[in-house]
T-cell receptor, first 114, second 113 residues
Framework: DVKVTQSSRYLVKRTGEKVFLECVQD?????MFWYRQDPGLGLRLIYF???????EKGDIPEGYSVSREKKERFSLILESASTNQTSMYLC?????????????FGSGTQLSVL | GESVGLHLPTLSVQEGDNSIINCAYS??????FIWYKQESGKGPQFIID?????DKRQGQRVTVLLNKTVKHLSLQIAATQPGDSAVYFC????????????FGSGTRLQVQP
């Protein structure tokens, strides 16, 4: 089975801090994604990456950046955390489009910004 | 102060009954649809998917129906069990060029014993 691992289950940070959320997948998937999940709003796409060193903005990229230096790892960066970034963050990976479009998700990181 | 999110629709069913969860999608050009189940404290888990060249697909105890005329997707769960209690999300590849999934806001299924 595909395993997508997010490094932290819970994080508490202060406003203005730089925050790194790490995600690792073990299935050699080219595509990786970061979503945030808020009550009643479903999952919203922040950024995604088709391959190493490639990244594209999703629907809500403001206040975030990403890094994909290795195929298995996709990092989400909050340059200066704000309280409205308090949320559940979900990482996902997928084999190349056209083969299987199903996303495999990690367990999520609940981030609280105080 | 505390922020209040949008209300999550809830479907309450008796154990053993069939459940039907509905979803309206937005893009008539979407060609792939998928249902996920999310239990408390876990990430979403794949249930079943369907491509736009089909109108029905069956899995184990689950069936997905696609009505492209009215842009409607439904998930049917047969003989609902307590372990089916979760939040269910539908998703579509709304931006067919980008091929990234766009998710609905979810429906909470509560199974009463």
């Amino acid at each position: 089975d595909v395993k997508v691992t997010q490094s932290s289950r819970y994080l508490v940070k202060r406003t203005g801090e730089k925050v790194f959320l790490e995600c690792v997948q073990d299935m050699d998937h080219e595509n990786m994604f970061w979503y945030r999940q808020d009550p009643g709003l479903g999952l919203r796409l922040i950024y995604f990456s088709y391959d190493v060193k490639m990244k594209e903005k999703g629907d809500i990229p403001e206040g975030y950046s990403v890094s994909r230096e290795k195929k298995e790892r996709f990092s989400l960066i909050l340059e200066s955390a704000s309280t409205n970034q308090t949320s559940m963050y979900l990482c996902a990976s997928r084999s190349p489009t056209g083969v299987n479009e199903k996303l495999f998700f990690g367990s999520g990181t609940q981030l609280s910004v105080l | 102060g505390e922020s209040v999110g949008l209300h999550l629709p809830t479907l309450s069913v008796q154990e053993g009954d069939n459940s039907i969860i509905n979803c309206a999608y937005s893009n008539s050009a979407s060609d792939y649809f998928i249902w996920y189940k999310q239990e408390s404290g876990k990430g979403p888990q794949f249930i079943i998917d369907i491509r736009s060249n089909m109108d029905k697909r069956q899995g184990q105890r689950v069936t997905v129906l696609l009505n492209k005329t009215v842009k409607h997707l439904s998930l049917q769960i047969a003989a609902t069990q307590p372990g089916d209690s979760a939040v269910y999300f539908c998703a579509e590849n709304k931006d067919t060029g980008r091929r990234a999934l766009t998710f609905g806001s979810g429906t909470r299924l509560q199974v009463q014993p």
